[in-house]
């Protein structure tokens, strides 16, 4: 399999794919994706490649992913299409080309009719395309399923095109041994015993180089390899989730599909960091909100170690926006699910398969008939993975009374409304879930799949285990500032196999559910334009972790010291109006130049007995943390602030946050080496900081970036939750000090030079080496 990235154009002008053909369009205020989208436009994308086939007996495109109306013309005779944007698909260009010949190819990608769903999207041909050129008879992509159990390891083969009789596959499992079968009707079932297995788990995820060939007698007709992960699953509901017959509780984040300034584009580096940032700040396990992952990720996942639950879907029958897949789920969703299923059996991070989130008709006997038939035929495809659905009860019970809240034009209502709800909602979200009503409303659907999924709804839990003893439960969504409470719940009540945080990973559209306002500006958790991101990531946009990290590692004890974060100090005595999908605005900063003598409040994570607050070393007392959070209050100015954490009377840990000096533009790149494939990253973190790399969160300056050399820029910009600034342009506005740059390296090898610079804070150049391998 090749890649089929490179010599594209859309609309006339030169890409690399993977491209995000919406992140470019010009945002307005009447955006047509609004406050869901960010208030970015629709539009239609004509991509085009000119190529000469090769001699092959097969030939077959595969798109990751294109979203959009998507079809395939090949010498301007449409051949295929999908109008799923997050399923993968194959085209087969046999008897469509000839070898030697030049084609155009074309893909026509319309995604005019927005909103389609309820985030930011992207368009056009956002993951890989790969050229797959296969013999006439072929192992079936995704054709290799792995199951282990009790040493035994259970691999089945599919077999592709006339195979004739004869044909045998043999796998050889690294050092674990070999093993050969005959093709029967197709497939060939092999088993393998590894009575010393080393077995793959998120805490040690390892797995073996892995061979399959297709024989014809001696003669070998086709090999795939792959790096198999053994491990066993197994979920009931006194013991939970075991993993390798180890209790494994989930720390979760739900992640949507766009990485930031690169907007929906996926790349292979860009979903490695992402998994690699989640696992460095406490989370073992990813909820793909809320539609299919990608392959890159699930990559990153088997190999740095994060459990998976996959998600087919936010619609089913009924609409959520105005254009999203509603109308065609009900002739869609099988090849969906297969999609899915085939790209996931392979991956032992995937260890649950979601159905659907917040499918309010699931209050329904409609619903609960298709709960229990998409359960029935994904657990047909793969029985060694258990289902959810995600329900948020409270949203059920609308439902049940004809009150949906989705896919309603918004009603007039007064700011001060506004801000109350998105203050309250939390609240209100946990008394509603707790009423008999939200029991009736949802324990059809929860017996429809193996475990229930619960959304904002964690006050159920000791309950609704005693009204359902052989229930397992999942909080499948929560507030991040719940935590304390919910992970009590979690360690404490049998068969509850964790919770998953919304969200872990910032993300674009939503725009402002998170974000919290102050002083005269617009509140509510539906911020008006130039508002563009969510706002409630434990891990912002750019991939900086925030203080709902800091709290998720107190709570579950991954914190080696007491870590502080300092509420805004530009905002010190405004109005805050806050949303209950962010606990706090605290920033891990104490340079606030500008606001010496306002009163500044800290706040202090912790699993300690006690934290002692010291400023230019001098005490600023002692607090015992309250569902891990000490809070404290002292004028502000420059300096050294030291949180000292003690147990049992001795000191366990500290840490200090320090004041910048006069700051400077800085460049701070995550990896100074880089791959010349056309498709390998670089991240470069743009700074106004001191000589010793502090950052001064205040400092705010227009930065532009020049790329020299083999790569390009190929996205720019900052976590500010508003701007009407691009992430496609070369100019961008820092927020609290800080920006990111992610350079493309070209596909030759060489010295890229970076160079930042800015209109206050002087200029800055970093040399990254690209090579071949």
């Known amino acids: 399999m090749s890649s089929f990235m490179d010599g594209w154009s859309v609309d006339g002008r030169p890409v690399r794919l993977p491209h995000d053909a919406m992140l470019a369009e010009p945002r307005t205020a009447r955006g047509g994706t609004g406050v869901h989208g960010g208030y970015f436009p629709g539009g239609r994308y004509r991509y085009a490649k000119r190529w000469t086939a090769p001699a092959a007996d097969r030939l077959h495109l595969v798109f990751e992913g294109v979203y959009g109306k998507a079809r395939v013309l090949v010498d301007g005779e449409p051949i295929a299409g999908c109008d799923s944007g997050y399923r993968e698909w194959t ?305 059920n019970v609308m439902a049940s009374h004809g009150a949906s809240p989705f896919n309603k034009e918004p009603t007039e209502v007064s700011s001060t409304a506004a801000n109350f709800m998105a203050d309250k909602l939390g609240a209100l979200m946990r008394l509603l879930s707790r009423l008999p009503v939200a029991d009736r409303v949802s324990r059809d659907a929860f017996a429809a799949v193996d475990v229930a999924g619960y959304n904002y709804a964690y006050g159920r839990y000791p309950g609704d285990r005693k009204r359902h003893p052989g229930r397992v439960i999942l909080g499948t969504e929560s507030m991040p500032g719940d935590l304390p409470r919910i992970w009590e719940l979690v360690e404490r009540v049998p068969g509850v196999l964790g919770d998953f945080m919304w969200t872990g990973w910032d993300y674009l559209g939503e725009a402002g559910i998170g974000t919290w306002a102050y002083g005269e500006q617009p509140g509510g958790i539906q911020k008006p334009y130039p508002a563009l991101i969510a706002g409630p990531g434990a891990i912002d946009i750019t991939g900086l972790p925030g203080a709902p990290a800091l709290l998720a590692r107190a709570v579950w004890g991954r914190l080696d010291a007491p870590a502080i974060a300092v509420r805004p100090l530009d905002h010190a005595g405004e109005r805050t109006l806050r949303t209950a999908w962010r606990s706090t605005d605290a920033v891990a900063s104490w340079s606030w130049q500008g606001c010496e003598g306002r009163t500044a409040e800290i706040e202090v994570y912790s699993a300690d007995d006690e934290v002692e607050l010291l400023l230019d070393g001098r005490s600023l007392g002692r607090r015992r943390p309250r569902r891990f959070l000490a809070r404290f209050r002292t004028p502000y100015r420059p300096g050294e602030l030291t949180a000292v954490g003690y147990r049992a009377g001795r000191e366990t840990g500290r840490s200090t946050l320090r004041s910048a000096g006069p700051a400077r533009l800085r460049l701070n790149v995550e990896s100074e080496a880089r791959t010349a494939d056309g498709q390998d990253l670089a991240f470069v973190h743009i700074e106004l900081a001191d000589d010793h790399g502090t950052v001064q969160t205040l400092a705010k300056d227009t930065v532009t970036v020049a790329v020299t050399g083999p790569g390009e820029l190929a996205g720019f910009g900052s976590a500010a939750p508003a701007t009407e600034e691009t992430f496609t342009g070369d100019t961008h506005t820092t927020h609290y000090g800080r920006a990111l740059a992610v350079i493309r390296a070209a596909d030759r090898p060489g010295t890229i030079t970076v160079t930042a610079t800015s209109r206050n804070h002087g200029t800055a150049t970093f040399d990254l080496s690209v090579s071949r391998t």
């Open 91 to 395: 085209v087969p260009l046999d008897g469509v080309v000839t070898a030697g010949r030049e084609h155009l190819i074309e893909v026509d990608v319309d995604n005019r009719e927005v909103p389609n769903g309820r985030w930011y999207t992207g368009a056009g041909i956002y993951r890989p395309v790969w050229l797959e050129e296969l013999p006439a008879v072929h192992l079936a992509r995704d054709g290799i399923r792995v199951h282990t159990g009790d040493g035994v390891v259970e691999i089945g083969v599919d077999v592709a095109g006339p195979a004739p009789e004869g044909l045998t596959v043999a796998v050889t499992l690294g050092d674990a041994g070999e093993s050969s079968a005959p093709v029967v009707g197709g497939t060939a079932r092999l088993r393998l015993t590894v009575p010393q297995a080393r077995l793959w788990s998120a805490d040690d995820p390892y797995r073996y180089e892995t061979t399959v060939r297709l024989l014809d007698g001696d003669a070998e007709l086709h090999r795939r390899t792959l790096r198999a992960g053994l491990r066993t699953l197994h979920v009931d509901a006194e013991r939970g989730l075991l993993v390798n017959g180890e209790r494994v509780l989930l720390r979760g984040a739900c992640v949507h599909h766009d990485s930031g300034v690169l907007g929906a584009a996926t790349f292979r580096a860009a979903e490695f960091r992402r998994a690699r940032i989640l696992k460095a700040n406490g989370f073992n396990a990813i909820r793909s909100a809320h539609n299919p992952i990608s392959r890159d990720l699930l990559d990153a996942c088997d190999e740095i170690g994060l459990y998976v639950m996959d998600e087919l879907a936010d619609v089913w029958y009924e609409p959520k926006t105005a254009h999203d897949a509603a109308a065609r789920f009900a002739g869609t969703w099988q090849d969906d699910a297969r999609a899915m299923v085939a790209k996931d059996h392979a991956h032992p991070s995937v260890i649950m398969y979601s159905i659907g989130n917040e499918i309010t008709e699931t209050a329904t006997a409609r619903g609960v008939a298709t709960a229990r038939e998409l359960h029935d035929f994904v657990t047909g495809l793969d029985p060694h993975r258990p289902t959810t659905v995600a329900v948020n009860l409270v949203l």
